[in-house]
């Protein structure tokens, strides 16, 4: 199997390349569905939560109220530090124990935080999406419906970019022309596909 570790900052675009690569062939595992399959009602990821920051973040099905978490730990740098050590290793557990049972020829591991929890160290390839703050902004308001204020403050919380394209084996901009963006995509797809005919890993 050969793994590719996918990350970006928030919309920056991430899932456009994921889905290409999907169709492409690949199969992909989002790290944030993981996140929330392990964050529903009694489940790890759920109690991890709740353990750390108490039933103000239920609604009231017991369900872990996203909006009121991110609140949170998007304005407490420690809160969020706090979150992700105790969320990132059920999700790669989960992530791996998908992978072992399905055993694909081109697995893509799909993560915002996937260089910072240390996932990228198991990956083949580390690719990293990249695309102007405005256009990260511009996309959470009306992908999320964020208002400008609160989808700033998600854009300008992550790592900088520039950390992440120095970890990268490939950066794939994402300024808004999605044919480039696609014919990078699948240059580098076909790049993967005659590494491995050569028995390459």
């Known amino acids: 199997m050969f793994l590719i570790g996918l990350t970006g900052n928030i919309g920056t675009g991430k899932s456009t390349v994921a889905r ?11 790290a944030d569905l993981v996140y929330r399959e392990l964050i529903e009602p009694d ?16 609604a009231p099905d017991r369900r872990i109220d996203r909006r009121r978490l991110g609140e949170i730990v998007f304005r407490d740098p420690e809160a969020l530090g706090r979150l992700e050590r105790a969320t990132h290793p059920l ?3 989960r992530i791996e124990r998908l992978l072992a049972e399905t055993r694909p020829r081109v697995a ?3 993560a915002i935080k996937l260089i910072e929890s240390g996932a990228a160290d198991r990956c083949d390839e580390v690719w990293v999406v990249v695309a102007p703050r405005e256009q990260q902004i511009a996309r959470l308001v009306q992908a999320r419906g964020l208002s400008r204020d609160d989808a700033a403050l998600r854009v300008d919380s992550q790592p900088p ?5 120095a970890r990268a084996d ?4 994402n300024d808004g022309d999605l044919t ?14 005659r590494k491995l005919e050569q028995g390459g890993r």
Request: proline content about 2%.
């Open 161 to 165: 970019e520039e950390e992440k394209a």
């Open 170 to 173: 490939v950066v794939l901009r």
């Open 108 to 110: 893509v591991h799909e």
């Open 180 to 193: 480039a963006l696609n014919d990078r995509v699948v240059e580098e797809w076909k790049r993967v596909q």
């Open 43 to 58: 489940q790890p990821g759920w109690r991890a939560v709740v353990d750390l920051f108490g039933r103000r973040v239920l």
């Open 91 to 93: 999700v790669l557990e």
């Open 20 to 30: 290409q690569l999907a169709e492409l062939g690949a199969r992909v595992v989002d």
